[in-house]
């Protein structure tokens, strides 16, 4: 069976750091494109970083883009966000989703996604 599994989220203040990891198993996650989104109380679904299979491209948000850092691990059945100078509009449930097709920015061309791990970021 497929599965994703965030982890490393947790309560920062504004201006510290988070490393969030996805990992994989069930599938041949080496070779699909992963991203992560977000989702805020009373928000929609947000997307904030992608990365190739290749790990050679990359995509983000412009609220994130300088802060966040998306990679995989050597293996690559593992992904990294690395979020630094975090605010409290980052605060949200942040979800690791794997696309078979492409590297992409919209949440409906991703076909695996795991449970979610929560951020919080005081002011």
């Known amino acids: 069976q497929v599965q994703l599994v965030e982890s490393g989220g947790g309560l920062v203040q504004a201006g510290g750091s988070l490393r969030l990891s996805c990992a994989t198993s069930g599938g041949t996650f080496s070779i699909y494109n992963m991203g992560w989104f977000r989702q805020a109380p009373g928000k929609e679904r947000e997307f904030v970083a992608a990365i190739s299979w290749t790990g050679s491209n990359t995509a983000y948000e412009d609220s994130v883009k300088g802060r966040f850092t998306i990679s995989r691990g050597n293996a690559k059945n593992t992904v990294y966000l690395q979020m630094n100078s975090l605010k409290p509009e980052d605060t949200a449930v942040y979800y690791c989703?794997?696309?078979?097709?492409?590297?992409?920015?919209?949440?409906?061309?991703?076909?695996?996604w795991g449970q979610g791990t929560q951020v919080t970021v005081s002011s």
């Open positions: 989703a794997a696309d078979p097709r492409r590297i992409s920015k919209l949440d409906r061309n991703y076909d695996y």
